[in-house]
């Protein structure tokens, strides 16, 4: 574990450099005349300033500062995933664990799941876009459109897990000891839950990916398009501030998971 924390610890001092050195690059072509004095002084600057929640001023709109744009962006994202994830665990989590239970159940929802995989994201949301789209329901059908995507995986997931599950020797012991079946069920899930925390954790490069394409297909005023616009308007304080922040977070929230993992597994 401290290897991870070490390596988190290292990426989250490089990722700064990169990011600053690949924007320099593409925001002047005279970037590589300069000298290593006069980079490394504009780099120490600006990380500086970000250390201190600073980064700078939008070049499109250059009387409003990128913290500004970023705070108003978030709070958006941020509702998006968590209901997301609300729909995709409370809709696969019971569905799963009766396809573990009941064969028939599973190869009804083998098929629609099937069905909901074979279609694009993007298709999805555009179906539901001009279908139901109404102002009132900004972050319900984007977050329904992420949730479609991800619930075959995780029922099917679900499903396995609960399936093996059901097969170990202490869901027999507890069964002839005359638990009843919510106490069985219960002592699944408490054995169960560190493996949903792992799928969780795979998930997050994905459902990232996914907020930044629904967020541009309804127009909600989020990070993901944010970043499309500032980077079709070269903005790059903004693409700097973005990238920077999506990074740290990616790496914190691996880390975070990482110890919750190892957490539960000892304690399970």
Known sequence: ????????????????????????????????????????????????????????????????????????????????IALSL???????????????????????????????????IYWLGLILSLSFYAKESMLVLPALTIALGHIPIWIKFTKDTFSQALSQDYVLYD????????????????????????????SIAQLILAVIIVENIFFVPGLGSLFLKAWINQDFPVIQAFVLLIGVVGVVATLGFELLENYLTRNV
Request: aromatic share 12%; hydrophobic share 50%.
């Open 86 to 120: 609300i729909i995709v665990l409370a809709i696969s989590i019971p569905i799963g664990a009766m396809c573990a239970v009941h064969s028939d159940f599973a190869n009804i929802f083998k098929y629609i799941a099937s069905l909901l995989s074979t279609i694009p």
């Open 1 to 80: 574990m401290k290897q991870k924390m070490l390596s988190s610890i290292t990426i989250l001092l490089a990722l700064p450099l990169i990011c600053f050195t690949f924007l320099t690059l593409a925001q002047s072509t005279v970037a590589t005349l300069e000298t290593d004095e006069i980079f490394f002084k504009r780099y120490f600057t600006w990380f500086g300033d970000c250390l201190h929640l600073d980064f700078g001023m939008s070049q499109i709109n250059t009387e409003v500062s990128v913290n500004n744009i970023l705070l108003q962006s978030t709070p958006y994202t941020v509702k998006l």
């Open 175 to 202: 069964k002839a000891r005359g638990l009843s079946n919510y106490k069985v069920w219960l002592h699944i899930w408490s054995n169960c839950v560190p493996a949903f925390v792992a799928a969780l954790h795979k």
